[in-house]
């Protein structure tokens, strides 16, 4: 009995522990990314910029951390352009209207999507110091982001910027209790609503992501970005046992749209990247989705309701 309670405990830990990366381990993206804004849109990167923003349950009332790994641009992680010579801005926004703000939720860096209060700002260029490693912001009082009665939490925006340079910034984030641990905190979440990540160079690697369907959502249009047909973009749901939308080859966009059946609002859908059998390595791709009036849809890292199973009945197909 006692090996059962401290296997069971192992697991709960395990499980905890996964839960505040972002990327979260079900989405199996091995990277966010962020190019220099003198790179060439042909690598991967629309618009040089990712917002991400932070959502922290209203009883947590404890300090908190946001964690970046491997902020530079330099060494075995980051994908350089003859020599490494990017700067990447990252900063740290609270207070009213920072993710309320029209512009905040936008999917390209235009207006007011500084929108909030700047609680901490940090450059980075090549710097072995942070290169493999973890750099902290904070602490901050949850009180310090802005309230939202429709989550029921504080929100915090944390926007990686490529000021300088043409080389890729490939890193990731933890939302911790601690400053020099990662430490999850229980029922807190991320969302983006635009994904610029790295793909895995691996054939046998799915990445997903899980854009969320709100209530009134009829139709969705998915936007993809210099996929460089690596393979396929298969969306499942709770509706839907696997789809195929139409994907990018390199340096633009492909659009599809899918009609949103009544089982699915109110829950989230999964897009699987599923890769060629032949490698295409160091591949680098945007994503976004709108609803039918233009709105985009937040992708969050743990996705809401759970990974969506399909649960319609599957049909099997005699042979001969």
Same mark, same amino acid.
């Given at each position: 009995?006692?090996?059962?309670?401290?296997?069971? /405990?192992?697991?709960?830990?395990?499980?905890?522990?996964?839960?505040?990366?972002? %990327?979260?381990?079900?989405?199996?993206?091995?990277?966010?990314?962020?190019?220099?804004?003198?790179?060439?849109?042909?690598?991967?990167?629309?618009?040089?910029?990712?917002?991400?923003?932070?959502?922290?349950?209203?009883?947590?009332?404890?300090?908190?951390? @946001?964690?970046?790994?491997?902020?530079?641009?330099?060494?075995?992680?980051?994908?350089?352009?003859?020599?490494?010579? /990017?700067?990447?801005?990252?900063?740290?926004? *609270?207070?009213?209207?920072?993710?309320?703000?029209?512009?905040?939720?936008?999917?390209?860096?235009?207006?007011?999507?500084?929108?909030?209060?700047?609680?901490?700002?940090?450059?980075?260029?090549?710097?072995?110091?942070?290169?493999?490693?973890?750099?902290?912001?904070? %602490? =901050?009082?949850?009180?310090?982001?802005?309230?939202?009665?429709?989550?029921?939490?504080?929100?915090?925006?944390?926007?990686?910027?490529?000021?300088?340079?043409?080389?890729?910034?490939?890193?990731?984030? =933890?939302?911790?209790?601690?400053?020099?641990?990662?430490?999850?905190?229980?029922?807190?979440?991320?969302?983006?609503?635009?994904?610029?990540?790295?793909?895995?160079?691996?054939?046998?690697?799915?990445?997903?992501? =899980?854009?969320?369907?709100?209530? *009134?959502?009829?139709?969705?249009?998915?936007?993809?970005?210099?996929?460089?047909?690596?393979?396929? @973009?298969?969306? @499942?749901? !709770?509706?839907?046992?696997?789809?195929?939308?139409?994907?990018?080859?390199?340096?633009?966009?492909?659009?599809?749209?899918?009609?949103?059946?009544?089982?699915? @609002?109110?829950?989230?859908?999964?897009?699987?990247?599923?890769?060629?059998?032949?490698? !295409?390595?160091?591949?680098? !791709?945007?994503?976004?989705?709108?609803?039918?009036?233009?709105?985009?849809?937040?992708?969050?890292?743990?996705?809401?309701?759970?990974?969506?199973?399909?649960?319609?009945?599957?049909?099997?197909?005699?042979?001969?």
């Amino acid at each position: 009995m006692n090996k059962l309670i401290y296997t069971f /405990t192992l697991l709960i830990i395990c499980v905890l522990g996964y839960s505040q990366p972002v %990327p979260n381990v079900e989405e199996n993206i091995p990277y966010l990314m962020t190019f220099g804004n003198e790179s060439a849109t042909d690598w991967g990167d629309d618009d040089f910029s990712q917002a991400f923003f932070f959502q922290l349950p209203e009883e947590y009332d404890q300090p908190f951390f @946001i964690r970046v790994f491997d902020p530079d641009t330099g060494g075995e992680i980051d994908e350089i352009r003859g020599e490494f010579n /990017t700067r990447c801005v990252f900063e740290v926004f *609270g207070g009213a209207g920072n993710w309320s703000d029209p512009a905040a939720k936008e999917t390209s860096p235009v207006g007011n999507y500084k929108s909030g209060t700047l609680l901490a700002t940090r450059a980075f260029a090549e710097n072995p110091r942070y290169d493999n490693q973890w750099f902290t912001f904070g %602490p =901050y009082n949850p009180a310090q982001g802005e309230y939202s009665e429709e989550f029921g939490s504080y929100i915090f925006k944390v926007i990686c910027e490529g000021v300088s340079g043409d080389d890729g910034n490939m890193y990731r984030y =933890y939302l911790s209790t601690s400053a020099t641990e990662n430490r999850p905190i229980e029922d807190a979440n991320a969302f983006a609503y635009e994904y610029s990540f790295r793909m895995h160079n691996d054939v046998e690697e799915v990445a997903h992501i =899980y854009p969320y369907l709100e209530e *009134g959502t009829v139709s969705v249009r998915i936007r993809n970005f210099d996929w460089d047909w690596d393979g396929n @973009i298969v969306v @499942i749901s !709770v509706a839907r046992q696997g789809q195929e939308i139409k994907i990018s080859g390199e340096d633009f966009w492909a659009d599809d749209e899918l009609t949103v059946q009544d089982e699915e @609002i109110k829950t989230s859908m999964d897009f699987r990247f599923v890769k060629a059998s032949s490698l !295409v390595r160091n591949n680098n !791709v945007v994503v976004n989705v709108r609803n039918q009036f233009g709105d985009a849809l937040r992708f969050y890292s743990i996705p809401l309701g759970g990974v969506p199973k399909y649960k319609g009945e599957v049909e099997f197909i005699p042979i001969g």
